[in-house]
């Protein structure tokens, strides 16, 4: 679960990281007084959307005046963005953060997550930190450093302080950069975080670090047991569909083709997403029915799937395992079909256990399919119709 | 010779009377595995499935003789349940459980270090050797026992590539799924070791997908070339919209692991044979096989 930036920050900063102090506008207005009250000669604006990749999105902007904070504010304010991590479709930017813009000698990549060789908390650093730090990584992995650290996420001060001047920082700037990273090692414990990332953390002209930017990735699996469930107000990100999807035991992406996809399992979500588009189709989601969903669940998605406009096909690819069998999931399409007037043709392809029930049921009640034995041709058949083909 | 579990294998189910325990134990009672006893706190001494219980692990590892426990525990409870059965030395533990917090499994991999135990999971689908012993969620129906090791990442997707070996004459040594958590227990190269091990497995079957480190990890170990056996690799998640998750945890950003197509990359350099998609995997191996 993705905490919104100024939640973030105000999860470090009571521990004692220093942040630059903004606060929240949900109007220009309010984003113009912010400014004022602000002793600062240049300001940032911040949309405060729960995912990443803002700053090249052009979500992050900076302004030399009250006025032109005021401005830029009532650009972002009920504007969509769309970053790399939002799905075509962007978040609603419903409020900005408004701080003094710092003026940084230098600048560090730093974040704490579980490393998987090790399975141990881990301190991650690199020399620079800013908008470009993914892409500078990807090219270059080498740039950034590890720390390993005890598996109850313990390391001395010394530790970090030695670790961390490797990166040009030296004498006063290290000691507090140390300090604020160490007491990042703690919130990522306490609070069950995924990750931890400070980009940038910065080191201002009088040698004080300060964290710029601040993610926390709280685990959805320790939500329900977090510290932090009774105090933040955990913005959901979800679109609706997922949401009814999740609420459905249904993992669920919304995407923005046009061919509606039934499959359960991830890796054969995965499989199925990836010949589609092989083919040249466009899947209009991602779908992983759970092995403990019923059908009932499963149709209510079917049914938000089959009413969506944009779709043109329904391409189910079942393989009945353990507890999902295939009659189930015929079952749900049955339950969804007769529940909406729209009778979007289905391609079929089950296999495992109980296909050849999950048959039965699928002509017995006399839904509009076509049925393949391999997943190959089904997909192939998908797409084919998906493009206007035969039999549309 | 098979890996893991075989018919002899004794086995104990913690969590063995909720709705899953029951399920998951009596079809694979039914399969022939030698299931020996339950455990559930509280209802030591009581029967289940035919089966005595006992309030704790050691209790049960010493009056049944277990050799492996198979933990379908709720979420918060898994590691608690796992690391029970770690201390009380039971060989092989398969957790099926889903959703486990990732800093539990931090404190499960920090006691399973230097352990005797072998973990699989959590959130796998187990084990299974087919016609002798099933620990875990894997269908049975398609599976024959037969000479391809398969290793997996994720569930449905194996169910498939189990049928299609079936189909194809050449049925399976063993299956595991290693889960499709991001901190978990055996790994593709510990599979891959003892898949070398055993005669009767000729080749293996590798799914994987993006995130995590287990393709790459399987590749050192495939490049080496020690393994001396073909392995046919399916990588799912080519087209995986490039950071958001799917399913299962995935990856979350560039630091943990790689894509999909650098996984197909640095599999196929190895000399792995990294098939194009799901229904050319078994053709490739059954190829190498000259079968």
């Known amino acids: 679960m993705y905490l919104l930036e100024h939640q973030a920050k105000e999860l470090i900063a009571e521990r004692g990281v220093s942040v630059p102090g903004g606060r929240l506008a949900d109007t220009p207005g309010k984003a113009e007084d912010i400014a004022k009250s602000l002793s600062s000669e240049k300001f940032v604006i911040k949309s405060q959307i729960a995912a990443g990749g803002r700053g090249l999105a052009g979500g992050v902007k900076f302004a030399s005046t009250p006025r032109e904070a005021r401005n830029l504010a009532a650009e972002m304010l009920g504007s969509r963005l769309v970053t790399s991590q939002t799905g075509p479709e962007g978040e609603l930017v419903d409020q900005v953060f408004v701080e003094p813009a710092l003026l940084a000698e230098r600048e560090l990549y730093i974040a704490v997550v579980v490393d998987q060789r090790s399975a141990r908390p881990t301190l991650l650093a690199a020399r620079s930190g800013g908008n470009q730090f993914e892409k500078s990584a990807r090219e270059n992995p080498d740039m950034v450093k590890t720390l390993t650290l005890d598996s109850d996420g313990g390391a001395s001060a010394s530790e970090i302080e030695r670790f961390l001047s490797q990166f040009g920082i030296g004498g006063e700037a290290c000691e507090d950069a140390a300090r604020q990273a160490r007491i990042c090692i703690g919130a990522f414990r306490d609070y069950e975080a995924l990750l931890i990332e400070i980009n940038p953390l910065i080191i201002t002209p009088d040698q004080r670090a300060v964290a710029v930017d601040a993610k926390i990735i709280i685990d959805a699996n320790a939500v329900p047991r977090n510290p932090l469930l009774d105090r933040l107000d955990l913005v959901d990100s979800m679109k609706p569909e ?37 083919h040249g189709g466009k899947p209009a989601n991602f779908m992983d029915i759970r092995t403990t969903t019923g059908s009932f669940q499963i149709a209510k998605v079917v049914q938000m799937l089959i009413e969506r406009r944009n779709i043109d096909v329904l391409l189910v690819n ?23 007037s729209r009778k979007l043709p289905i391609i079929y392809r089950a296999a495992g256990q109980n296909a050849s029930w999950a048959r039965s049921i699928m002509k017995d009640r006399a839904l509009p399919f076509e049925e393949f034995d391999s997943m190959l041709a089904a997909v192939a058949r998908a797409v084919e119709v998906a493009r206007g083909g035969i039999g549309k | 010779m098979t890996i893991l579990a075989d018919s002899k294998t004794r086995v104990i189910v913690q969590g063995m009377t909720g709705r899953a325990g029951t399920f998951y134990s009596d079809a694979a009672i039914r399969y022939g595995s030698k299931y020996v006893a339950g455990v559930r706190p509280g209802k030591g001494g009581r029967h289940h499935l035919g089966l005595p219980m006992f309030n704790s692990v050691s209790e049960a590892a010493e009056a049944a003789n277990a050799d492996a426990s198979l933990v379908v525990v709720p979420a918060y409870q898994a590691a608690s349940a796992i690391i029970e059965s770690i201390e009380a030395e039971i060989g092989l533990i398969v957790c099926i459980t889903e959703r486990v917090p990732i800093h539990d499994m ?24 087919p016609g002798q012993c099933k620990i875990g969620v894997v269908p049975t129906s398609a599976a024959q026992p037969g000479k391809v090791g398969i290793i997996s990442r994720s569930a449905s997707l194996t169910s498939e590539i189990v049928a299609q070996t079936s189909m194809a004459g050449l049925g399976q040594s063993a299956i595991v799924g290693i889960g499709g958590d991001p901190i978990h227990g055996i790994g593709f190269r510990r599979c891959l070791e003892l898949f070398r091990e055993d005669p009767d497995t000729e080749g293996v079957i590798l799914i994987g997908e993006i995130g995590g480190l287990e393709e790459e990890e399987a590749a050192e170990y495939i490049a080496d070339g020690q393994f001396g056996k073909p392995v046919a690799a399916l990588i799912v998640g080519r087209h995986a919209p490039d950071e958001r998750r799917m399913g299962h945890a995935g990856t979350l950003s560039v630091l943990e692991g790689g894509s999909a197509r650098a996984k197909c990359e640095i599999l196929e350099d190895a000399g792995a044979l990294v098939a194009r998609h799901a229904d050319d995997v078994v053709p490739r191996l059954r190829g190498a096989l000259g079968a």
């Open chain 1, 242 to 278: 997922e949401r009814l999807a999740r609420d459905n035991d249904v993992n669920f992406l919304m995407l923005d083709g046009n061919i509606g996809v039934v499959v359960n399992g991830a890796g054969l979500g995965l499989a199925t997403h990836d010949m589609i588009i092989d």
């Open chain 2, 106 to 129: 931090v404190r499960v991999k920090h006691v399973l270090d230097g352990s005797r135990s072998e973990l699989v999971g959590p959130n796998s689908q187990g084990v299974l050797v």
């Open chain 1, 318 to 340: 079942i393989h009945g395992g353990g507890m999902t069998v295939c009659d189930t999931v015929a079952e749900a399409l049955n339950f969804a079909y007769s529940r909406s």
